[in-house]
């Protein structure tokens, strides 16, 4: 079946530190992947995506690589800012007829001064 | 143009009683799709609709919930009767026919006392 792990949190980071949040996942076919972002009280929101291997997403400062060969769509970011806290989820589309995401667990991050 | 919106945003029930969750999907989107996530555990997949016909309800928990999309516009999503258990954030989703990207809304938050 289709899966996505993602690393465990809460991830605790000091204003600017180098962020990164691991994700790999298991597809029968060839997903897209995306990263969506619930910031405290709100919704989910899309982060970025990457549709193909070795395609890039990239927003608000975050980047996340899509590695065919490793399987993985890691999340990083050269500096955090407090306004970053929230929880990441990782997730893959297959579409077609299996047309539904997968989520992993979520990452919490904590940005503090 | 509006996003996905979802009706109530809160709401504290007791146990037994019976709740209904509206949702909204962007306009011309023929995917709508609920999710829900328990007690800070990973979002789940409940059910997908293309227009008005259920395309995968292999999420729904068990026969106490019921999705309605009647003439492929708002969707509802009725819980009855509640349980504790049921308690957590649903979430609607909607995209357009063959897109890759899911949006989401702000989530209804269903408490059960």
């Known amino acids: 079946g289709n899966s996505v792990t993602q690393m465990e949190g809460p991830v605790t980071l000091s204003e600017e530190a180098f962020l990164t949040i691991n994700c790999t996942y298991t597809a029968t076919g060839y997903p897209s992947l995306f990263w969506y972002v619930q910031y405290p009280g709100e919704g989910l929101q899309l982060l970025l995506k990457?549709?193909?291997?070795?395609d890039k997403g990239s927003n608000k400062g975050f980047e996340a690589t899509y590695r065919k060969e490793t399987t993985s769509f890691h999340l990083e970011k050269g500096s955090v800012q407090v306004s970053d806290s929230a929880v990441y989820f990782c997730?893959?589309?297959?579409?077609?007829?299996?047309?539904?995401?997968?989520f992993g667990t979520g990452t919490r991050l904590q940005v503090t001064l | 143009e509006a996003g996905v919106t979802q009706f109530p945003s809160h709401s504290v029930i007791e146990k037994g009683q019976t709740v209904t969750l509206r949702c909204d999907p962007i306009s011309g989107h023929d995917n709508l799709y609920w999710y829900r996530r328990v007690m800070g555990k990973e979002i789940k997949f409940l059910l997908h609709?293309?227009?008005?016909?259920?395309?995968?309800e292999s999420g729904m928990p068990n026969n106490r919930f019921l999705a309605e999309r009647t003439g492929g516009t708002y969707s509802t999503l009725k819980v009855q009767p509640a349980e504790l258990e049921d308690s957590g954030v649903y979430f609607c989703a909607s995209s357009v026919s063959g897109g890759n990207t899911i949006y989401f809304g702000e989530g209804s938050w269903l408490t059960v006392v």
């Open positions: 990457a549709t193909k291997a070795d």
């Open positions: 997730a893959l589309h297959l579409g077609g007829t299996a047309s539904k995401l997968t």
């Open positions: 609709f293309v227009k008005e016909s259920k395309q995968d």
